[in-house]
């Protein structure tokens, strides 16, 4: 054999070698293996444990060494028991190296797959006979070389099967941070939702959220239809998907619906979006509202920004022609040569308006989708502040954000641990606080501590910053029921349904009109609020609110997109507790809609509250 034809043989055994434990399309006993911190997944199969590393074939066929003592403790006492397992199949002791190889994986001694080595057999006489033909003319290197990669870039399709998903190539600019993989249905996207942009910056409605990297990997991974179907049935984000993502960016980055979950409040006009139009869930999550058109200067105009989760693509504010659609549906896209596609917008609803495809959507959001985790419990909002810097060292796992309330600055620096996170908070004031919250095992968040609790912490005193506090002798009654008492059957849904005398005195100097609110949490512990009626610009010279009252102040808009009065019909067994609160203001408050909600009216009056009170009282419904 010349010596062309040789060099061939050695490199197609060695590349034989390193490849076929990747059998099919999935590596033999999948699992999921999670770092010691808890920060992220690699979905693979086991292959070897030596010197103190763990070889891991992931799921696409590369293989990666993991330390160790990198993985959780779960994950190094599987090591250990598969380690043993193995060697007592090979007729080995517990005394045994702690070096030990899968079945049929590279490292062990079973042989290769025999199609490959057919394969590679034919492809190797091949070479062989035209390096033979072609070594005479000086050219035999070079054009071993060329058959070579032919022959490995065939044998590669080989093995895989398959190409590529298109989608693939739009989140290829990102592949430094995601993972990805498809399967005949789905294109599986990783990341742990950390983009490389600032965060938090420019937010002035702020619920102490932080931005904490996420574990959408493996199992819990992002799910993108690769064959995206219109439906007889879209689904409108107007209505619909108020918890949950709708679409995915192509920086692995959540996009959920620009309307918060209390089905109302557009996060934009809000205030709640950092200068990339996201924030932080409660699960300090962090997510898009609006459209990440940032994402252009990397990915290029032209090119998708997201998916929405129905499969379809989320492009720009252009189109192909550098223009501004004009024509789009009220799912904010259209149907082009290419497919149906969603656009963004400048105004509502910035994003894709709904799922124009086909999806499955269970508890008002899109299933599947990933999970996301806090160890910390869900904090109080902060009035009056707005976060100014957000920093970050990845090398040492730590960010800060900073914020300024009542003219003195205030931050709060996480840490990552092996456990959890460390926590330092130092208050407006000047007052510093340290908390560890660790990682439970159950992967559900804590709950609240008991009042007095240090995780149960208020937003900080400064008597320089405009938070609301209540005034002394500023009370709310009612002629008709007491506080915590029950709502006599006329003023809701069981009777004539009209609004209840209310009388209320005490406002401290300086107000200039009022506002109220009745609003309900159907959970004590949960999120969403329901609200029944609104009303502002109150004049100041008003003490009190008739019976069925109407025409005093300005009606905003109740859960029934209705102005006015919504007596409640309270649902299941027991009684149900409802809350009117009562504003003093300082100033009459601008909304920029002329469609006030009650979130519209607490994020104009989070900054000219002067004092507020509130009476309580309980419904149950009629028995039918």
């Not at 010279?541 to 109740?558: D, H, I, R």
Request: glycine share 12%; with cysteine.
């Amino acid at each position: 054999m010349t010596r062309p034809a040789c060099w061939c043989f050695a490199l197609l055994l060695s590349l034989g070698g390193a490849t076929h434990a990747h059998d099919g399309d999935h590596p033999p006993d999948l699992r999921v293996w999670k770092d010691a911190d808890g920060l992220f997944e690699i979905e693979g199969a086991f292959v070897l444990a030596r010197d103190g590393r763990v070889q891991i074939l992931k799921h696409g066929g590369a293989t990666v060494w993991v330390p160790l003592d990198k993985l959780s403790a779960a994950d190094r006492a599987w090591v250990r028991d598969r380690g043993e397992a193995i060697r007592r199949l090979n007729g080995g002791t517990a005394e045994a190296p702690p070096e030990a190889a899968a079945p049929g994986s590279a490292a062990s001694n079973e042989s290769p797959n025999p199609a490959w080595a057919v394969f590679a057999v034919f492809g190797l006489a091949f070479v062989a006979a035209v390096v033979h033909r072609t070594a005479k003319g000086g050219r035999g290197v070079a054009v071993a070389a060329l058959l070579v990669t032919g022959t490995v870039s065939a044998l590669a399709v080989a093995q895989d099967g398959k190409p590529k998903p298109a989608i693939q190539a739009h989140f290829e600019p990102f592949k430094d941070k995601l993972q990805y993989r498809s399967d005949d249905t789905w294109f599986y996207v990783g990341s742990n939702g950390m983009p490389d942009h600032p965060m938090m910056v420019g937010i002035t409605a702020w619920q102490q959220q932080v931005p904490i990297p996420q574990a959408y990997t493996g199992r819990n991974a992002w799910q993108i239809p690769l064959v995206p179907k219109l439906s007889d049935r879209p689904v409108s984000a107007k209505k619909e998907l108020f918890r949950g993502a709708i679409a995915l960016a192509v920086n692995g980055v959540p996009i959920f619906n620009p309307i918060k979950n209390d089905g109302r409040t557009d996060t934009f006009l809000a205030g709640e979006l950092d200068e990339y139009g996201g924030h932080c869930g409660r699960a300090d999550d962090y997510h898009y509202h609006t459209a990440p058109v940032h994402l252009e200067k990397v990915v290029g105009k032209g090119n998708p920004i997201g998916y929405a989760l129905d499969g379809f693509p989320l492009y720009g504010l252009t189109d192909a022609d550098g223009k501004v659609p004009n024509d789009l549906d009220e799912f904010n896209g259209r149907t082009e040569k290419g497919g149906y596609r969603y656009y963004s917008t400048k105004k509502y609803p910035y994003v894709n308006g709904g799922l124009r495809g086909v999806v499955t959507v269970r508890d008002d959001q899109v299933d599947p989708q990933p999970r996301a985790y806090s160890p910390r419990p869900a904090l109080t909002p902060l009035r009056g502040a707005k976060i100014t810097a957000f920093e970050r060292d990845d090398a040492k796992k730590t960010a800060t954000v900073r914020y300024e309330q009542g003219g003195k600055a205030g931050s709060v620096k996480y840490t990552a641990t092996a456990e959890g996170y460390q926590f330092e908070f130092t208050e407006p004031g000047g007052t510093t606080t340290t908390e560890t919250y660790k990682a439970r095992d159950d992967g559900k968040r804590p709950p609240p501590k008991k009042k007095g609790g240090k995780d149960d912490r208020p937003p900080p005193k400064n008597e320089d910053a405009p938070v609301p506090k209540p005034a002394s002798g500023f009370t709310l009654t009612s002629p008709a029921f007491e506080h915590k008492g029950r709502m006599p059957p006329e003023f809701t849904g069981d009777g004539d349904g009209v609004s209840p005398p209310l009388k209320w005195s005490g406002a401290p100097g300086g107000t200039k009109c009022y506002a109220l609110q009745l609003w309900h949490k159907p959970r004590a512990d949960g999120d969403e609020v329901k609200s029944y009626w609104v009303v502002a610009n109150i004049p100041a010279t008003v003490t009190g609110l008739e019976k069925n009252s109407t025409g005093v102040g300005t009606a905003g808009y109740n859960d029934k997109r209705r102005t006015g009065y919504d007596p409640m019909n309270s649902k299941g067994p027991g009684p149900k507790e409802y809350h009117i609160t009562l504003y003093a203001l300082s100033a009459e408050p601008k909304f920029g809609t002329d469609w006030v909600t009650r979130a519209d009216l607490l994020g104009a009056i989070k900054d000219i509250t002067l004092a507020e009170t509130t009476l309580s009282y309980t419904y149950e419904r009629k028995a039918k």
